[in-house]
């Protein structure tokens, strides 16, 4: 079987959609199903350390957005003779002639429109439905995903795969014995939804109840609507220098104040999935998450919930709670072996391996 993948997410710094396929690739990499298929990555530009999957790369030259997608892509793929294509994120060309596997990760664009530009997302929405129904089969992450895909695109549930995401086989419980900082922590790309000027609005309540408590955030601001000034937000506090704002770290540095943190704070009001939150469980970080189906879905019982309409008061007090009481920390954390057993790559790419298969049978 010929398969060939959108790989443009692994260029340059990969973030949710790119992790995504790398933690496919490194699975199958070291599986049969290195040797029993040929894989051909395409992408726009070189992939870094591609070698490591044992797969052909294709650099098609261009910018990797849309009308690459729509006009180079496809015809890399006729090129290749391609039996199955496979879209790791949510979109995919119109005019691709092979089997299409497509990856619909949330449909955020569709349930809470005014979280975009009229323009992002009049062409994510029309993108994604026409990709979601040419495509043979579409896979996501959750069983919220798969109801939200079939209620706002029409896909029937059929065609939807549910295959849960993986994370990197850790033995976490060494982490929980760690002399750890007061301090909490965010990490993921900041959107609207993902409530980080509340977190910081609610920063000095939470030092009043934690004295030496300090906030670390990480990731890109690509706030638009308007676009959050997080700087400013930080300024008004009364403990400014008590928060440090990162638009990037490297992997050690994350690591590092993974094993540093106390709390991991994420209030997004809506995911598809949410890696950051079970990569802390997996450090030894006990979560504290707005209360929405997939939050509770996917981290269960090894976190902390507060609710949608919850003030600033409440918010600092959950996480007050967690950064001062060590017997509520490991109470949420003798649940997150559980929780994190639930997800692993070499199960993950072995359930969309068998889609891919099934998807181009016949070719």
Known sequence: MRVAIDARELCGRPTGVGRYLAGLLDAWSKTDAVRRHQWTLIAHSEIPNAARWKTTVKVVPGSGGTSWEQFSLPRAIRAERSDVFFAPGYTAPLTVAAPLVLTIHDVSFFAHPEWFSFREGTRRRLLTAWSARRARAVVTDTKFSKSEIATHLGVPNARITVISLGLTTTHHQSAVMVRREPMVLFVGSIFERRRVDRLIAAFDAVVAQSPEATLEIVGENRTRQPRLDLDALRRRTSHPDRIRLHSYVDDATLANLYRRASVFAFLSEYEGFGFTPLE????????????????????????????????????????????????????????????????????????????????????
């Open 280 to 363: 802390a469980l997996r450090a030894g970080v006990p979560p504290v998450l707005l209360d929405t189906a997939v939050a509770r879905e996917t981290c269960g019982p090894a976190a902390h919930y507060v609710s949608a309409d919850a003030g600033d008061d409440v918010i600092a007090g959950t996480i007050a709670e967690l950064l001062t009481n060590a017997d509520s920390r490991t109470a949420l954390l003798r649940n997150a072996e559980a929780v994190l057993s639930r997800y692993d790559w070499n199960r993950a790419a072995t359930e969309t391996l068998t889609v891919l298969e099934e998807a181009a049978v016949g070719r």
